[in-house]
């Protein structure tokens, strides 16, 4: 078994079932003491700022800013470099925990022993 998940989400509202599927697995494993780091790019860019979580609904799924707290209790979560760029997004806007950062820092994740990476 992986030691480390890697996981991408690249949807966001404009997909909700794929996003809370991400935000669902990436919290599961954070509580099953999986080590997580989660990247926000694309659409699901917008939940690294304080309250976009709370706009996003999905019936029959559990809520989004619990899910985003159940993962940065635990594990990590970055926000891509050039997604917040283009929403004009900076490291004083998003979230307490969430870092930026770009490419490189994802493959360097990816790529390591005993990881599994997943993209949704």
């Known amino acids: 078994m992986a030691k480390k998940l890697v996981i991408k989400v690249t949807a966001g509202?404009?997909?909700?079932?794929?996003?809370?599927?991400?935000?669902?697995?990436?919290?599961?494993?954070?509580?099953s003491g999986v080590e997580v780091s989660l990247w926000l790019t694309g659409e699901s860019s917008?939940?690294?700022l304080p309250g976009r979580a709370a706009e996003f609904e999905l019936p029959h799924a559990a809520p989004l800013p619990e899910l985003l707290d159940s993962i940065l209790s635990g594990g990590?979560?970055?926000l891509?470099?050039?997604?917040?760029?283009?929403?004009e997004i900076t490291?004083?806007?998003v979230l307490e925990g969430v870092r930026i950062a770009g490419a490189q820092v994802f493959v360097s994740e990816?790529?390591?022993d005993d990881v599994q990476?997943?993209?949704y």
């Open 13 to 31: 509202a404009d997909a909700p079932e794929r996003c809370s599927q991400a935000f669902t697995v990436a919290a599961v494993a954070v509580a």
């Open 46 to 48: 917008w939940f690294a």
């Open 76 to 78: 990590t979560i970055t």
């Open 80 to 87: 891509c470099t050039q997604c917040a760029k283009r929403r």
């Open 91 to 93: 490291e004083k806007d």
């Open 110 to 112: 990816a790529v390591q």
């Open 117 to 119: 990476a997943l993209v």
